[in-house]
Structure formats: structure tokens, C-alpha cells
């Protein structure tokens, strides 16, 4: 038996990856794949990096008898989108957009949004109906920090620099996305108010009651496509030895993130479902680095992982994806 799966937004960038990713797995048949922009036209035109792969073509509706919904769509369109379509309750959601992420959006009509972040709810997605998937910064972010949450040791401010690709950004044109403002240019936005932090938070507050201090994030626009690389430090009593062996301990049974020993760097990460970790000790301060794909483990990865999760299949089945390191 496969999963039948549809996919709403389809001409955008997560959708893309997830056409991608579930074309080549073993448990999936892909149903309709929905289109406002493109119904009608072959998938491979839209996303030119499939050509041959598949004759799939874009869609006005879904078929109506999937077993689970990705929604691709932006901020606000998720709710619009299931405001206006009424799917069986037999079928499961993985949501994309922050609409149902936070725990006072998560009831939505008869429906309870479980957030999907693997390494911290697996036991609740594997029971849920439907699935709030984390924004990408606030996975790189999370990451990095919920093993010293769940040791009682968020005790002071934390510090977050995190710079992404443009695709965080997705396929719609704007200034900060044109090529001649991209390229050679590194920027800000939403310095100390982006909206992951709402997410971050009540994660951490899962796991520490009452975690001391403030997270300062400052978003950065990097001048390359794809991938997140986040530096997070904060004040900490604990030795370097004993953080990386927390850290270890902590995603001992995650098997997309690994503490590494050695420095890490984007390109690790880049085309991938992990996260990868690196902890130092700098006088006070714990430094941990944090990089992830924001397409892939900050997106239509995780919402893959989560619906293995969700159907009881192996965690990793569709997500052995490699990097180009050169
Ligand atoms: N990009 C990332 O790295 C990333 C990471 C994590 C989470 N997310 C979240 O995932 C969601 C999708 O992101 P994305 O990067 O794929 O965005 P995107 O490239 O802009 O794609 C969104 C798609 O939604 C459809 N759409 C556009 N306007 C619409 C409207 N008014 N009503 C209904 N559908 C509309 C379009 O598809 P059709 O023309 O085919 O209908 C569009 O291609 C967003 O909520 C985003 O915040 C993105």
C-alpha cells in the first residue's frame, strides 16, 4: 500500500522540493498536485529540474482521496485555503506556513495542528492528525538550543546571528531577492522581532519551565541561494566536554542531527535533511553553531519526516540525500 499524498502550491519553492523528494519515495504515490497559477501545465515546466523524472501535471483541485495534504502556501493562505476546501478528517495535514504553528493558533474547526519538529514532539506526530511544520530559521534555532533547555541551563540572554539563502525567501520577486541587490551584499531585517521567535520560545518552554534571560535574533540575507548558518551563544557554568556530551546524549536518537566535532560549514548541509551542531567554549560564553538546509531540513524535509512519522515508517525512508561538497 502507498500513501497518497497532494500537495497545494505547487509552482512554489518548498513545493518543488517536496515534488522532489516524494517522487523518489518507495511508500508514496503523488495525487494531485495543485496549482492556482499553473493548472493544466506539466510539473516540469514550472519545476525545470524534472524533466524526465515525471509527466505529472499541475492540477485546479485535489483528487479527493488523499491520505495526507501538504500545504504549500504562504502565511494567512493556509487558513484561507481550508476555510474554503473541507477535507475527511481521515485525511492528515502537514502545514508549511506559520498559521498553526503557535499553541493559541493550533485547534483550527475540528482539527488539532501537533508542532513538527521531530527532535522534540516524536511521540505526539506519530499520534497526530495534522502537523504544523517549523519555520527555518526557528529549526536551526531550536536545535541549537533544546538541549541546554531541557537541562535547566537557559539561564541568561541568547545571542542569534542567522544568515540564509534567498529561497528562505520563496519564488516571488521583490527588491531583496532581484540578482543586482542580492549578489556581493549581505543585509538585515527584522533585527530582535522576526516572527520564529513566538515558536522558538514556546519550544524551549516545553522543556524549561521558565528559561532566564532573552533570545536578541538578528536575521542576515546572504547572498547565495540555499541553507541557514546560525550562531547562537549565551553565558553558561557548563565545561565544553560537558556540553558536547548534553548535546550528544540529547540527539542520540535523531538520526538527521549530529553534534560534530569539527567546525561546520554550510555546504555540509546544503541539499540535505540534517542539522548539523558544533559546541565551544569561549571564556564564559557557549558558542553553538547550528546549519541546516532551509528548503530541505527547514521545510519539505522535515514535513517528509513528519509524515514517515505520521504513517509509521522509518524516520529516514526517502531522506538519504546527499551534499555537493565541491
Ligand atoms: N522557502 C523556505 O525556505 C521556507 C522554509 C520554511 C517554511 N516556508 C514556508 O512555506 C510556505 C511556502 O513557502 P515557499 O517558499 O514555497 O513560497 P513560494 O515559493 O512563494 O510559494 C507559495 C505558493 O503559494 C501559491 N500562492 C501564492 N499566492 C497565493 C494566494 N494568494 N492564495 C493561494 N495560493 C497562493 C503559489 O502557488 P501556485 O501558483 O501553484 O498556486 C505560490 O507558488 C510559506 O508559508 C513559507 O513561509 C518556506
Not at 503523488?30 to 524534472?50: E, T
Not at 504553528?101 to 485547534?107: G, I, S, V, W
Not at 519551565?209 to 540575507?221: C, L, M, N, T
Not at 509509521?312 to 525512508?317: D, F, V
Amino acid at each position: 500500500m502507498k500513501i497518497k499524498a497532494g500537495i497545494v502550491g505547487g509552482a512554489g519553492y518548498t513545493a518543488g522540493e517536496l515534488i522532489r523528494i516524494l517522487l523518489h519515495h518507495e511508500f508514496v504515490e503523488l495525487g494531485g498536485i495543485v496549482s492556482s497559477s499553473n493548472a493544466g501545465n506539466p510539473v516540469h515546466q514550472v519545476h525545470d529540474d524534472l524533466v524526465g523524472d515525471t509527466d505529472l501535471v499541475f492540477a485546479a483541485e485535489l483528487a479527493g482521496d488523499e491520505d495526507v495534504v501538504f500545504l504549500c502556501l504562504g502565511h494567512g493562505n493556509s487558513k484561507a485555503w481550508l476555510e474554503k476546501n473541507t477535507l475527511p478528517d481521515t485525511t492528515h495535514v502537514i502545514d508549511l506556513s506559520n498559521d498553526f504553528r503557535l499553541e493559541a493558533d493550533a485547534e483550527f474547526a475540528d482539527r488539532e495542528f501537533v508542532y513538527g519538529l521531530p527532535e522534540l514532539n516524536k511521540g505526539r506526530i506519530q499520534q497526530a492528525q495534522s502537523i504544523a511544520n517549523p519555520g527555518c530559521f526557528a529549526t536551526a534555532i531550536q536545535l541549537a538550543l533544546l538541549p541546554l533547555a531541557q537541562a535547566g541551563k537557559l539561564t541568561e540572554d541568547v545571542h542569534v546571528s542567522a544568515i540564509t539563502g534567498s529561497t528562505g525567501a520563496g519564488q516571488s520577486l521583490s527588491e531583496t531577492v532581484h540578482f543586482s541587490w542580492r549578489t556581493n551584499n549581505v543585509s538585515i531585517y527584522k533585527p530582535f522581532t522576526h516572527q520564529h521567535l513566538g515558536e522558538i520560545g514556546e519550544s524551549l518552554a516545553q522543556l524549561q519551565s521558565q528559561p532566564g534571560g532573552e533570545i536578541y535574533f538578528v536575521p542576515y540575507r546572504g547572498n547565495f541561494a540555499r541553507g541557514i548558518f546560525a550562531s547562537v551563544y549565551t553565558p553558561s557554568d557548563l565545561t565544553q566536554d560537558e556540553a558536547r556530551e548534553l548535546y550528544q546524549k540529547f540527539y542520540a536518537d535523531a538520526p538527521f542531527t549530529t553534534v560534530s566535532d569539527k567546525e561546520i560549514h554550510l555546504k555540509q548541509v546544503v541539499n540535505t535533511n540534517k542539522c548539523l551542531l558544533h559546541v565551544q567554549k569561549l571564556g564564559k560564553q557557549l558558542l553553538i553553531t547550528s546549519v541546516i538546509d532551509n528548503l530541505v531540513k527547514g521545510a519539505s524535509g522535515q514535513a517528509v519526516q513528519n509524515m514517515n512519522l505520521l504513517f509509521g515508517l522509518p524516520e529516514t525512508t526517502g531522506l538519504n540525500l546527499k551534499s555537493v561538497l565541491f
